[in-house]
Nanobody, 127 residues
């Protein structure tokens, strides 16, 4: 199974920006779907963004235009750039992976579709 390790979480003020990173150990797959999810204490885990081996990208409506997901294949690092952060972005952010099929528009947002998860990194956004 993949080992995923997130980093980059921090406390920031509203309007600020952050880049989260997720390092995947021994990542050597031709077919995959990689995603970022987030979860706050009062909410269910929700998908933020995803990309796959077909170069498709998906973004949640709540963050579209403020978030960019990228993959550095040479270093096995999945990144999430968040800009214009809002207090409602406060959450623990997780990266997730599945390596048997790409993302699909009708399933990438289900956490049950992913087999490997990181431990999470916390973003706190103050007003």
């Amino acid at each position: 199974r993949l080992q995923l390790v997130e980093s980059g979480g921090a406390s920031v003020q509203a309007g600020g920006s952050l880049t989260l990173s997720c390092t995947a150990s021994d990542f050597d797959y031709r077919t995959f779907c990689l995603a970022w999810f987030r979860q706050s204490p009062s909410k269910d885990r929700e998908a933020v963004a995803a990309l796959d081996s077909w170069d498709s990208e998906y973004y949640a409506a709540s963050v579209e235009g403020r978030v960019t997901i990228t993959l550095d294949s040479s270093r096995n690092i999945l990144s999430l750039r968040l800009t214009n952060l809002k207090p409602q972005d406060t959450a623990t952010y997780y990266c997730a992976a599945r390596v048997d099929r790409p993302c699909f528009r009708d399933d990438y947002f289900y956490s049950s579709e992913y087999t490997d998860w990181g431990q999470g990194t916390l973003i706190t956004v103050s007003p």
